[in-house]
Every structure is written in structure tokens, then in C-alpha cells.
């Protein structure tokens, strides 16, 4: 296994002799503006540049996206990645968008597993920020709610566990749970809408999970990029958790 922190929840994950791309966005630094749904909504967005060229990052064999999201996925990645492609996502809804853009591979991730290559990807369940707070203010947007994690799995390979754009909630408990991963990989930067509540894991979220954990590894992504963070690398450094690796863009991981 060789997981490469990328920039911001992009990621490229050699599983099982198979390099899956999770969630390319691609844009130059400061291309877009912050959400003006969300703190910090005069910050443009990427924060910071990517590390590797975009043609380097979509030389892989598949894609996961996690949920469509304008921070998860963007123009130039649909357009710099080759249309028959195998597209992994979360439900119908994310199919159809694909699709749309001229995928011709695209298949739904299912909760009972999905088989690529030898390797078994089972979707599993999140809270994009607590539900009950935060998607109603997604329906008042326009904004779609719902994110999935993946759990992987294949002969002679540690599992892991991508949690995707979750909060500390029973869904990552039961995750945990039931699979017991040897890797997990969260996003932590604590990004935040107007209201000041949580999208995903912040820090009390981090010290809960690698609580919860404690004989796994934990990777931290989707950080130090999107205008509405509120945890950075730096802050979670000083937790000083043994179990807690924090990648820069660009670092590679062989867990």
C-alpha cells in the first residue's frame, strides 16, 4: 500500500497493485472564491498550489469520488482525465453528473461491496457536518448533503478505511466497528459554515477517533487548502498523537 497525500482531500492510493485517484480537484491556487455559505468566505480557494503536475496526478487506473462537491472535484480534472476511465461514486445522483461529462465507466460504490481488480470497496456511511444542523442548510443552497467513506480490502493488504467528509459520528463508530482497519484516513481541517458548526472532523474529532483507535494508524488529509478551514497542520501537531500521521501535499505514506 502507498497512499500519497496530494493537496486537500485529492489523494492517490496504490492498493492491491491498483492506483486509485480520490477526489482530484486540480485548480490552481486561488482560482475560485471561498463559499459564502462558510467562514472565512474572503479567502479564495486553493489556498496553496498543487504539488504535481495535473497530467502526473491522473496517470492512475481509477477514480473515487466521494460525493460532488466544487472542493472534491473541478473542470480541469474532468477534463484532463480519459473518459473510459472506471469512476467510482456514491449513488445515482453523482452517476448521472459523471455521465454527463462523458464517463463511459461509471459504476455506484454499493454498502455490500464493489470488486475492481481484486480489491473489494464497500461504502459506508457519514454525517457531512451533524444532519441536523447541516443539511437543511444544504437543501436551502442547493447544496447535495450526503458523502460516502470506503472501506478497502484485498488478499494481503492492511485495511483502510477512507472516512471521506465526515464528522465524528455512530456512522465512523460502526465503520470502525465492524471492518477494525489497520489505516484510516480523515479529513480534519475543521472546515466550518456561517454558523460557525462543523462540515468535518476538527480537533476534538481527531483526538475521539485516535481514542477510539488506538492501534491504528490515522492519516490526516483535506487540510491547510480550502478558505474554510479552522484547523491547520500546525494545531494538530501540537496533539502530539502517536497514532496520528499528518502528510504534506505531495508526501508519500507506505503504511
Known amino acids: 500500500m502507498i497512499i500519497q ?10 492498493y492491491h497493485e491498483t492506483r486509485f485517484l480520490i477526489d482530484p480537484w486540480l485548480q490552481p491556487k486561488g482560482a475560485m472564491p471561498g463559499f459564502d455559505s462558510a467562514v472565512h468566505a474572503e479567502v479564495r480557494q486553493p489556498r496553496c498550489d498543487l504539488p504535481l503536475e495535473p497530467e502526473k496526478i491522473v496517470a492512475v487506473d481509477a477514480v473515487i469520488l466521494t460525493h460532488w462537491h466544487p472542493d ?9 482525465l480519459r473518459k473510459d476511465i472506471p469512476f467510482f461514486v ?19 460504490v454499493r454498502e455490500e461491496g464493489t470488486s475492481f481488480h481484486g480489491v473489494k470497496l464497500v461504502k459506508t456511511g457519514t454525517q457531512h457536518g451533524e444532519r441536523a444542523i447541516i ?8 447544496m447535495p448533503y450526503d458523502a460516502m467513506g470506503i472501506v478497502f480490502s484485498a488478499e494481503n493488504e492492511k485495511k483502510l478505511y477512507l472516512a471521506g467528509d465526515t464528522i465524528w459520528c455512530e456512522e465512523v463508530m460502526r465503520t470502525l466497528d465492524t471492518y477494525h482497519p489497520e489505516i484510516v484516513i480523515i479529513n480534519a481541517c475543521g472546515a466550518r459554515v456561517a454558523t460557525g458548526d462543523r462540515l ?10 485516535s481514542a477510539y483507535i488506538p492501534e491504528s494508524l490515522i492519516i ?25 500521521a499528518i502528510p504534506e501535499d505531495g508526501e508519500v505514506i507506505t503504511p
Do not use: W, Y
Not at 72 to 80: C, G, K, P, Q, V
Not at 135 to 142: F, L, R
Not at 200 to 209: L, R
Open 5 to 14: 497525500q496530494v493537496r486537500n482531500a485529492t489523494l492517490i492510493i496504490t
Open 72 to 80: 472534491h472535484i473541478d473542470r480541469i480534472a474532468l477534463e484532463a
Open 90 to 108: 456514491q449513488n445515482e445522483a453523482d452517476r448521472d453528473i459523471i455521465s454527463q461529462h462523458g464517463f463511459t465507466r461509471v459504476q455506484i
Open 135 to 142: 443539511k437543511p442548510i444544504c437543501d436551502n443552497i442547493g
Open 200 to 209: 468535518i472532523m476538527d480537533i476534538e474529532d481527531v483526538k475521539q477517533i
Open 220 to 244: 490526516a488529509s483535506h487540510m491547510d487548502t480550502v478558505s474554510h478551514l479552522t484547523v491547520t497542520r500546525a494545531d494538530l501537531r501540537e496533539l502530539n498523537l502517536k497514532n496520528l
